[in-house]
């Protein structure tokens, strides 16, 4: 009988001439159980110790597994036509290399990987084109403030629309403007922006939008009359621009409950990601790129 995929399951056959028992072990029983450990060294981060006294193999035979699967490519199919809601970000390994992500923010199940040599247009705009071919078509986007992906996301889905990471935008304003700023009109601004992540209902944005436009109405003049060569006109034009930019696209999750207002949930994986890899450092630039392969694959 036929159990499972451990290989220590075996299909037995009985003999009625002979009455002898032969046991025959399935090719694929083995196969499986081995892409079982290397599985577990991925997601569980468990080192090649730990997966011997488990599975009672060598360090030279799960060294082997190891780069066997190492060296296959994973076989994704993902129906992307039902996929509406997306969250993307990027994270760089090293000075090498960039990880491109997709999320379903329904589930948030990775959809979509990309290790490209930085996060430029062109790399993202060639990925973007190809998912559009297999049938990606999402409603909206979480992204971050990156110009050159908002580029390129528009240009391959123009009518999908774009909500920004409230998180990333604070934190950008908040890093222009300082912790200790020194004009009234920078502590104000940073005031308003402390607010921005605790927007929950179409009131509160209203008030955001009213406290800003009152903020521009009363301080423009002053930040256009600073000279040109101080820091606190630099600070503060960055941040008016930033805001200006993003307004239009910063509060579509307060009427769609599925749309996340922030990129976290994607963040929170890279975070897992990178130290998972580190308990595994070491590996080639190859298997490297190979293994945020499976680690993305593993977690779709």
């Known amino acids: 009988m036929l159990y499972g995929t451990d290989p220590s399951h075996k299909q037995r056959f009985h003999c009625l001439q002979c009455h002898r028992t032969f046991i025959w072990k399935a090719k694929y029983n083995s196969i499986a159980q081995y892409q079982h450990w290397f599985e577990l060294w991925i997601t569980e981060s468990c080192s090649v110790r730990r997966l011997r006294k488990l599975s009672g193999y060598s360090a030279c035979k799960i060294h082997g597994i190891k780069n066997y699967w190492l060296g296959q490519i994973p076989k994704e199919d993902i129906d992307y036509s039902k996929v509406r809601y997306v969250i993307y970000d990027a994270t760089y390994f090293h000075k090498d290399g960039c990880l491109l992500n997709l999320m379903n923010a329904t589930n948030q199940k990775i959809i979509a990987h990309t290790y490209v040599q930085n996060e430029s247009f062109e790399e993202s705009y060639d990925w973007f084109i190809n998912l559009k071919h297999q049938g990606l078509n999402p409603m909206f986007l979480t992204t971050d403030g990156e110009r050159s992906i908002i580029r390129a996301l528009k240009l391959v889905w123009p009518g999908a629309r774009l909500q920004r990471c409230l998180f990333h935008l604070k934190r950008e304003g908040m890093r222009w403007l300082r912790t200790y700023p020194k004009t009234e009109a920078g502590k104000e601004l940073r005031t308003i922006l402390a607010t921005l992540c605790k927007i929950k209902t179409l009131q509160e944005r209203d008030i955001f939008i009213q406290m800003y436009t009152d903020w521009v109405r009363k301080y423009r003049e002053f930040v256009l009359s600073l000279p040109r060569t101080t820091i ?69």
């Not at 930033?242 to 749309?259: E, G, Q, R, W």
């Not at 580190?278 to 779709?300: A, S, V």
């Open 232 to 300: 606190a006109l630099k600070d503060l034009k960055r941040t008016m621009v930033l805001i200006n930019n993003a307004l239009p696209d910063m509060f579509h999750y307060l009427t769609d409950s599925n749309v996340p207002s922030t990129t976290n949930s994607l963040e929170s994986f890279h975070s897992r990601l990178k130290s998972d890899y580190q308990r595994h450092r070491g590996l080639t630039k190859e298997h490297r790129i190979q293994y945020i392969r499976w680690y993305c694959y593993y977690h779709k």
